[in-house]
């Protein structure tokens, strides 16, 4: 297809697939920064009594 495309309107098609790379490295950046976001906010801790656990979300939430 390239061998067709005419040598003055090579220029565009080399600016459309460089904006086309751009677009690929931005969107999986930007993949990594969100995981990187979500790692961050993800619970971490160790239940070890996972009954004693709910036991107390139930409380927290419906009280007695």
């Known amino acids: 297809m390239l061998e067709k ?37 993800r619970r971490k801790g160790t239940v070890i009594d996972y009954d004693m656990e709910l036991a107390s979300f139930r409380e927290e939430k419906y009280g007695k």
Do not use: C
């Open 5 to 41: 495309v005419p040598e003055d309107k090579l220029g565009y098609v080399i600016q459309i697939i460089q904006g086309m790379n751009g677009l690929y490295n931005d969107e999986r950046s930007e993949r990594k920064e969100a995981f990187a976001r979500l790692e961050q906010l």
